[in-house]
């Protein structure tokens, strides 16, 4: 059974970093994808960051720039370094992830992933 669990969370004033991180376990197929999803109080849930199992990365226009996702396959862990913080990046960050036999790629969209973690809250104030 798949397994994802954010940490690394916080509060930070504007311009602030933080790094999150999710820990993964339980695939069973070689190939992974992976993202960061946030959702805001009264807002849909949204594709921040994605990496496919080849590494390429895809970011939502909102964060490029300043937040960087990247993998180390020897953890089983996922990061997002989000630098330049805005209030506005203040949200419930999820970790998703799919697996696949032959290669999984990078995307945005919650339909491509079935695995969910609980959530890390980010608080950003001016």
């Known amino acids: 059974q798949v397994q994802l669990v954010e940490s690394g969370g916080g509060s930070v004033q504007a311009g602030g970093t933080l790094r999150l991180s999710c820990a993964s376990s339980?695939?069973?197929?070689?190939?992974?994808?992976m993202g960061w999803f946030r959702q805001a109080p009264e807002k849909e849930r949204e594709g921040v960051a994605g990496?496919?199992?080849?590494?390429?990365?895809i970011y939502a226009d909102s964060v490029k720039g300043r937040f960087t996702i990247s993998r180390d396959n020897a953890k089983n862990t996922l990061y997002l370094q989000m630098n330049s913080l805005k209030p506005e990046d203040t949200a419930l960050y999820y970790c998703?992830?799919?697996?696949?036999?032959?290669?999984?790629?990078?995307?945005?969209?919650?339909?491509?992933?079935?695995?969910w973690g609980q959530g890390t809250q980010v608080t950003v104030s001016s």
């Open positions: 998703a992830a799919a697996q696949a036999l032959w290669g999984c790629r990078r995307s945005l969209e919650r339909t491509t992933y079935n695995y």
């Open positions: 339980g695939f069973t197929y070689r190939s992974q994808c």
């Open positions: 990496i496919g199992s080849d590494g390429s990365t």
